[in-house]
């Protein structure tokens, strides 16, 4: 029962209202001090509020919800360390069915924790590409468990989507969205809530310059994988997918790249006049809200935080 | 035109009507992990959220509300080094009229910055209370400006009053309150608050070990002023004011003391699991509701946040 063609708007209104009850119904937040530092109108949709502590409980939730019954009873698996692997064993749990889930053996322990605390079965593997996947198939072999992939799949794509819906549905007259992009599953979900219900936002892709494949993609037109990327950006580091690209390379506006020091100073930013977290990855928008563009002059803009997930025992600027 | 008097309930909605064009009505937020870690369910009024990072901008836009034309005119004075002096020289800022802080010349970079972005007058003397009230008449003197206390103050306390107001009308049926009590401004407002409108809650005066001063007066039933007082809570080392004391004698439920340490851990389980950004003063309150007391559990509690300026260099776990 998977979606096989792009998932419509009825796929997304479908995904929010069955992911509802599991989600929070995150709040946007503006702040004048920062309007007046960006010369923008800026709404935040803060992710960083959500469900594990970021938008990847949308998608994640989504997801285990399409599987049928029988599936659904096997568990789900994949391979991260990041928020993705916490939000898909927060989902299984509510599921009351296992998460499995494989981690590199030099995962932060506070990621190693976040995943344990909701209950998520690790298994840790070299931390190779290769021994991840080998290792996650050999689990999958054995147990019978759907792979979740963090973003190249459809369900979560129209999981993540579910964000922009509320961000829209709350600021309807946005002229611009700013997103951050990894893999591209919370960008091209971003991308077709605004095709469907906001075609004239124009979305705008934003990239730290030490992982800027999706900049190259769309420069070349062709998917550019990520080859040793290196950004503080730790939710940014991904190739884009598949079904993410194709979205993307079709709909996006633009992409700006910001370097890291634009991104922790627009993180620090953030923490100290806004008295919220956000993690390196969520700065990266707000980091090219600050990069004063003529063209971002005046505008209204929604800028998605995708999560608040940080070792508060390394913050970059100490 | 002074109030004389205890505020009234009307003192206190005349208050709350006539700051409201200048403050955030803050949101009350929950925290499923923080339940859990309590045993108590727990409604967190944000004031960290509010205008200046603190709720000491309900008070001074009170005071400075409240008055005469010609008053206002010369401007508004107070000493401090604290969030009441950011809030001060923002009101003055709104009225466009001079508020003259006077500062230790000892005072951290980050809180000079602070009142100088909203434009207040400083004036750095010797880091003793002799020099800081000598320096403060000599420009009360010669500028006319009105003293304006920090909590000493009936307009003071019906301001700060509001923010349980907003509390109690979002959440009406609360059991207790746990409030930080530093110079007894929140403390006495939150007291007559709920006096007026649900005086079955309880409230609890949260204080540091090593500033227990409220907690000696209580027990002993006399003012007793805070001499040395030691602790990361930076907002709470003043003593109680004549027009605090009797409010708090009179009607607070309890004090319970918190150290140093537990306040940390409640400080950095809140940005880890809320996401927000709380000074540790605030955190006070919260390391009470983590303390496993036997009368906390299992009842609605609502928490006080006071404010969430925190020098983001100087991280307290690190």
């Known amino acids: 029962m998977k979606i096989v063609n792009l998932p419509t708007l009825k796929d997304i209104q479908i995904a929010h209202e069955r992911i509802k009850p599991y989600i929070h119904q995150t709040p946007v937040l503006s702040s004048q001090q920062l309007n007046e530092k960006s010369g923008s109108r800026l709404y935040f949709k803060c992710e960083n509020f959500q469900k594990a502590g970021?938008?990847?409980?949308?998608?994640?939730?989504?997801?285990?919800l399409s599987l049928s019954e029988d599936e659904i009873n096997k568990g789900v698996a994949t391979h991260s360390?990041?928020?993705?692997?916490?939000?898909?064993?927060r989902?299984?749990?509510?599921?009351?069915?296992?998460?499995?889930?494989?981690?590199?053996?030099?995962?932060?322990?506070?990621?190693?924790?976040?995943?344990e605390q909701y209950g998520g079965k690790i298994t840790f593997c070299q931390p190779t590409l290769?021994?991840?996947?080998?290792t996650l198939n050999a689990i999958i072999e054995k147990t019978g468990a759907t792979l979740i992939h963090p973003y190249n799949d459809y369900y979560i794509i129209a999981g993540q989507a579910t964000a922009c819906l509320e961000l829209i549905s709350k600021c309807p007259d946005l002229d611009m969205i700013l997103c951050p992009v990894g893999g591209g599953g919370l960008l091209s979900g971003t991308l077709l809530s605004t095709r469907y219900l906001s075609p004239e936002i124009k979305v705008i892709a934003c990239e730290p310059e030490g992982a800027n494949d999706t900049?190259?993609?769309?420069?070349?037109g062709k998917l550019i994988p990520s080859l040793s990327p290196q950004t503080i950006a730790d939710g940014l580091l991904t190739s884009l997918?598949?079904?993410?690209?194709?979205?993307?390379?079709?709909?996006?506006?633009?992409?700006?790249?910001?370097?890291?020091?634009q991104i922790i100073e627009a993180m620090k930013l953030v923490w100290e006049r806004m008295?919220?977290?956000?993690?390196?990855s969520s700065a990266v928008p707000v980091a090219v809200a600050l990069s004063a563009r003529e063209e971002l002059k005046g505008k209204k803009i929604g800028i998605i935080l995708s999560g608040g997930n940080i070792d508060l025992n390394k913050i970059p600027w100490l």
Chains 1, 2 share one sequence.
């Not at 970021?54 to 994640?60: E, H, P, V």
């Not at 390379?249 to 910001?258: C, N, P």
């Open 91 to 115: 989902a299984a749990k509510i599921m009351k069915v296992p998460a499995y889930i494989v981690m590199p053996s030099t995962a932060p322990k506070v990621k190693v924790a976040a995943v």
């Open 275 to 280: 008295k919220i977290i956000i993690e390196p």
């Open 215 to 220: 900049w190259q993609s769309v420069k070349s």
């Open 81 to 89: 360390s990041g928020n993705h692997a916490q939000a898909l064993a």
């Open 130 to 134: 290769e021994a991840r996947e080998s």
């Open 54 to 64: 970021a938008f990847k409980s949308r998608g994640a939730m989504n997801a285990i």
């Open 241 to 261: 997918g598949s079904l993410t690209w194709p979205i993307i390379k079709e709909q996006v506006h633009d992409v700006i790249l910001v370097n890291d020091q």
